[in-house]
């Protein structure tokens, strides 16, 4: 069956397509949820649902995967920045605590009437960032389409100390889970077929 990633982010398409699968990209035409109501997990199993449903009523006959990753500091959700000064003061609370990276992942086949979702929270440590090193942090990377106005990849460890947990989560997409996940559609990827998992990405050390 054919595989549809829900999502227009590059960093889920990279993770895909290091993993060896074979997919297409739609992008929903959803609005994020954002609530003070709802925990981490469940707003971002909710827009999750929302991204792969969107995408499977057109595409019945896929297996359409639909992702949601948001930050959360002391419980409190963090999400993407609205401008540049935001993104400042979001690395600056982040700055020498752990907050918590939660992903949420939805797989579903319309035409099977089969479903899948999960939930992946992976902790991460920030160094101690003065405002030299936030902007010159900032000055390398695009934060606003980002939760938590950063990325674990590329320029990640000029500002993470540690990540306790799945990597790739943090990166958009706990990729270990999600092939689990597509197995249960017979979805295999093919370098995976005999080999390791195809995740090249590495952590910051």
């Not at 990209?25 to 959803?30: I, M, N, R, S, Y």
């Not at 982040?94 to 902790?123: G, K, M, Y």
């Not at 990849?153 to 092939?179: A, D, F, K, R, W």
């Amino acid at each position: 069956m054919k595989l549809v990633l829900a999502s227009g982010s590059p960093r889920r398409r990279e993770l895909l397509a290091e993993a060896g699968l074979r997919f297409d990209v739609v992008t929903p035409e959803v609005e994020e949820i954002v609530s003070e109501a709802l925990t981490i997990r469940e707003l971002t199993t909710c827009n999750a649902t929302r991204k792969a449903a969107a995408v499977a009523r057109r595409l019945p006959a896929a297996v359409v995967v639909g992702a949601d990753t948001l930050v959360a500091l002391d419980g409190r959700v963090i999400g993407k920045p609205a401008d540049l000064r935001e993104a400042t003061r979001i690395l600056k609370r982040l700055s020498s605590r752990t907050h918590q990276v939660c992903t949420a992942v939805f797989i579903c086949s319309a035409a099977r009437r089969q479903a899948s979702s999960f939930c992946v929270v992976s902790q991460v440590q920030f160094r101690a960032l003065d405002d030299a090193a936030i902007d010159a942090y900032l000055a390398k990377i695009e934060p606003l389409d980002k939760a938590g106005a950063y990325a674990a990849q590329g320029h990640g460890s000029e500002i993470i100390q540690q990540i306790h947990g799945s990597y790739t989560n943090v990166v958009g997409l706990p990729m270990s889970e999600t092939l689990e996940a597509l197995r249960g559609f017979r979805i295999i990827p093919r370098a995976t077929r005999g080999a390791g998992s195809g995740q090249h990405l590495r952590p910051p050390r």
